[in-house]
Nanobody, 124 residues
């Protein structure tokens, strides 16, 4: 099992930036993909960005492409989500997740480990 703890959320204004962090512990060697998902009130949890820990390839949802950047530090078991030019529609609880060889980054059912979430609120 892998334990994930997110941090870095907060209340910001449109156009501001935030950096989310995800600290992983436990059997991290059993997971090779990390991702960020988000869930707004009344909506389903949605994929945001993912990274392969071996090789560093990344993938983004169209809605955040060009504004968000996912990165990882394998030595520290950390994954980050740099969010720039935030918009009110980015308001959600953001979750870090881990998977072993998902068929694709976006398949939520492949992610077996989840953090508790961190709230991001963007005011207009």
């Amino acid at each position: 099992q892998v334990r994930l703890v997110e941090s870095g959320g907060g209340l910001v204004q449109a156009g501001d930036s935030l950096r989310l962090s995800c600290a992983a512990s436990g059997r991290t060697f059993t997971r090779n993909v990390m991702a960020w998902f988000r869930q707004a009130p009344g909506k389903e949890r949605a994929y945001v960005a993912g990274i392969k820990l071996s090789g560093g390839s990344t993938n983004y949802a169209d809605s955040v492409k060009g504004r968000f950047t996912i990165s990882g530090d394998n030595a520290e078991n950390m994954v980050y989500l740099q969010m720039d030019n935030l918009k009110p529609e980015d308001t959600a609880t953001y979750y870090c997740a881990a998977a072993l060889n998902p068929p694709n980054f976006t398949w939520i059912k492949a992610y077996t480990d989840w953090g508790q979430g961190t709230q991001v609120t963007v005011s207009s």
